[in-house]
């Protein structure tokens, strides 16, 4: 294709709006225990281009089950979903709930479903199905703590923490404050039998109904001792995915865990998103990040879950205009992206959390918009996850502070991402002739010519992501 071709074509390119709908740690030193070597846990092969998606069974659909979550399997495998990740199944605990159906992680019976989503065979085919279409079903755990009326509380008291010879509601161990979590009751992690019977519940799931793995809840709340002792226990089954809800404890990479919460970085968007912050400071965290976590880590990237939906805001609250550009950078960064259910059909509401409120799925608006981002992990080595992706590296512009420009390449593959992350048009220019070559914009399919020393103009929150 001739030069003069794509330097027309290029610069109306670049003056479209945004596409779419507008403690450090030494990795050389022991890691939990003396007897454990320091390296990654294991991880299964298909984990290394992952993307996930969470799915709130209670709010899924108007019946709230697994038959309905079922029943959509095979459009979000279109999307390009790899994991789904089902919050809480199991019974919900009445006493002391929250609301008129209380909380799903304030659990009654570790190894049983809830009866509002179905049956156990219902579980099952939901697992059967999504490995049938070759996805990934993980589970949310809630190991330290359970409901007040779970089983276990009955049948062994001597599990939980006491205060005064009474049962307590959690307290944060750092802290020593209470939590406020007051309808669920602490576990006591110093007991053996305790452990024991967490495992084996754990390893229930597995075993039962095949699934492949867990997002752990507020996992720095329990010893990094029992995350270390649980992983081999499971992995005797078959190698599992496991998800830290958690940012503050390094050494969960080498116990146990193979992606953890990207909180931080989300803070760090919504204070860019609204003007608190610049560009710049996105590299500050990402480097302090380097030297904090192991060599392998990564990080479940998000703009949305359902602790910032139901807490906080909708996306567009929390990002405003610049939501797309948000969601573009989450999904681009080393990192692995997070769908929250609803998000393909612009979730516009807050969901409530202890009451029944059905997504208004509507057309699925923006399921094309996920699903160019989605692919785009799936098929270019440079967006995988961990060790097995590529490195960013800046690209650097004369408008840094409102422009966030990079690449990333693995083997063959490259990607280059340059967004606005501001509220005015940036005209600007790119430096670093390493970037230059011909690629492909992956929203508008058109050809694009990178050259050293361009200059470039972006709309409002515009974004461009091109692809060799």
Aim: glycine fraction near 6%; charged fraction near 20%; proline fraction near 5%.
């Amino acid at each position: 294709m001739k030069k003069s071709y794509l330097a027309v074509l290029l610069s109306s390119l670049l003056l479209m709006t945004a596409c779419g709908d507008n403690k450090k740690q030494d990795d050389t030193q022991t890691s939990v225990s003396d007897t454990t070597a320091v390296k990654a846990p294991p991880a299964p092969e298909w984990a290394q281009n992952a993307t996930i998606y969470e799915v709130n069974t209670r709010q899924f659909s108007a019946d709230g089950n697994f038959k309905a979550v079922e029943e959509q399997l095979p459009r979000l495998k279109e999307m390009g979903v790899d994991i789904i990740w089902l919050m809480p199944i199991y019974p919900v605990s009445q006493k002391n709930k929250k609301g008129t159906l209380g909380s799903p992680y304030a659990i009654a019976d570790y190894t049983a479903v809830n009866p509002d989503y179905g049956t156990m065979a219902d579980l099952k085919s939901l697992v059967n199905r999504a490995h049938a279409l070759g996805l990934h079903v993980i589970l949310d755990w809630v190991a330290n703590h359970t409901g007040w009326d779970h089983v276990w509380t009955k049948e062994h008291p001597d599990w939980y923490t006491k205060v005064n010879g009474a049962m307590t509601s959690p307290v944060d161990p750092k802290t020593g404050k209470p939590t406020g979590w007051t309808d669920v009751v602490d576990l006591d992690f110093n007991n053996p039998a305790m452990r024991k019977a967490m495992i084996e519940a754990m390893q229930f799931w597995v075993r039962e109904c095949g699934i492949d793995g867990y997002r752990c809840d507020v996992a720095g709340f329990v010893p990094n001792d029992f995350w270390a002792e649980l992983r081999p226990q499971l992995d005797k089954i078959k190698t599992m995915f496991m998800l830290a809800e958690w940012e503050d404890e390094p050494d969960q990479f080498k116990s146990c865990f193979n992606m953890n919460y990207g909180w931080s970085m989300n803070n760090m968007m919504r204070a860019v998103a609204k003007g608190a912050s610049n560009a710049t400071k996105i590299d500050s965290l990402r480097e302090a990040n380097k030297k904090r976590f192991p060599r392998w880590y990564y990080q479940m990237l998000f703009t949305q879950n359902h602790d910032e939906n139901s807490n906080n805001g909708t996306l567009n609250q929390l990002f405003g205009q610049g939501a797309d550009a948000f969601v573009v950078l989450s999904s681009t960064l080393e990192g692995m992206p997070l769908v929250y259910n609803g998000m393909e059909s612009n979730l516009n509401k807050r969901l409530a959390f202890f009451e029944k409120d059905t997504i208004a799925w509507g057309n699925y608006g923006k399921s094309d918009f996920y699903k160019t981002l989605l692919t785009l992990k799936h098929r270019n080595r440079a967006l995988w996850n961990g060790l097995a992706g590529g490195k960013v590296v800046k690209i650097p512009t004369n408008h840094d502070d409102k422009i966030y420009a990079f690449s990333r390449q693995r083997d063959n593959d490259r990607v280059i991402v340059v967004l606005n992350l501001s509220s005015q048009t940036q005209s600007f220019t790119i430096g670093g002739a390493g970037f230059a070559g011909v690629y492909t914009e992956v929203f508008s399919h058109e050809p694009v010519e990178v050259k050293p020393a361009m200059n470039v103009t972006l709309t409002p929150w515009a974004y461009r992501v091109l692809t060799n």
